[in-house]
């Protein structure tokens, strides 16, 4: 479904701090303890409500158009 840069396979990745997840395991070791295996995460929370990964898709989407400087569009 997913893949790493090396193109193997991935169940998915941390909308955080962009890791690749190999095992549904792997997910659950990085989300448990309010994911304090997580250091974009633990460096972000409470400072802004959207993971960077996320931030990013939205602006390649044009979504957060609105929120740049016009001589950044
Ligand atoms: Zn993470």
Redesign the pocket.
């Known amino acids: 479904m997913f893949m790493d840069a090396e193109g193997n396979k991935t169940v998915g990745f941390?909308l955080?701090?962009n890791?690749d997840f190999y095992s549904m395991d792997e997910v659950q070791t990085?989300n448990a303890d309010d994911?304090a295996a997580?250091p974009?995460?633990q460096e972000l929370k409470g400072q802004q409500g959207m993971p960077p990964v996320l931030q990013a898709m939205f602006e390649d989407a044009g979504l957060l158009d609105d929120t740049r400087p016009a001589d950044e569009k």
């Open positions: 941390c955080w701090c890791r990085h994911m997580c974009s995460f």
